[in-house]
Nanobody, 127 residues
Framework: QVQLVESGGGLVQAGGSLRLSCAASGRTFSSYAMGWFRQAPGKEREFVSRISRSGGMTYYADSVKGRFTISRDNAKNTVYLQMNSLKPEDTAVYYC????????????????????WGQGTQVTVSS
């Protein structure tokens, strides 16, 4: 098992930046592919980004491509999401997720492919 704890959310003006962190404990962190998802009020949880076990491969939703950057530090058991040029429509609870499964890029966007989830951190972008 792995436990995930997100941090770094908050209130920011449009155009600003935030850096989310997700600290993992438990089994070997580098065994997990990691993802970030978000859920706005009244909406389904949606894919934001994913990163491979080594950090060599990343993938982004079209809505955040060019603005968000996912990275990981396996020595620190942490995955990050750097969010720049934030927009009001980025307002949501952001969750990190982990999976031991070998998944394709398409599968990485599916919430059901992830076995472990953090509690989420709120990001609010004001206009």
């Amino acid at each position: 098992q792995v436990q995930l704890v997100e941090s770094g959310g908050g209130l920011v003006q449009a155009g600003g930046s935030l850096r989310l962190s997700c600290a993992a404990s438990g089994r070997t962190f580098s065994s997990y592919a990691m993802g970030w998802f978000r859920q706005a009020p009244g909406k389904e949880r949606e894919f934001v980004s994913r990163i491979s076990r080594s950090g060599g491969m990343t993938y982004y939703a079209d809505s955040v491509k060019g603005r968000f950057t996912i990275s990981r530090d396996n020595a620190k058991n942490t995955v990050y999401l750097q969010m720049n040029s934030l927009k009001p429509e980025d307002t949501a609870v952001y969750y990190c997720a982990a999976t031991l499964r070998v998944i394709t890029t398409a599968q990485a966007m599916d919430v059901s492919r992830y076995d472990y989830w953090g509690q989420g951190t709120q990001v609010t972008v004001s206009s």
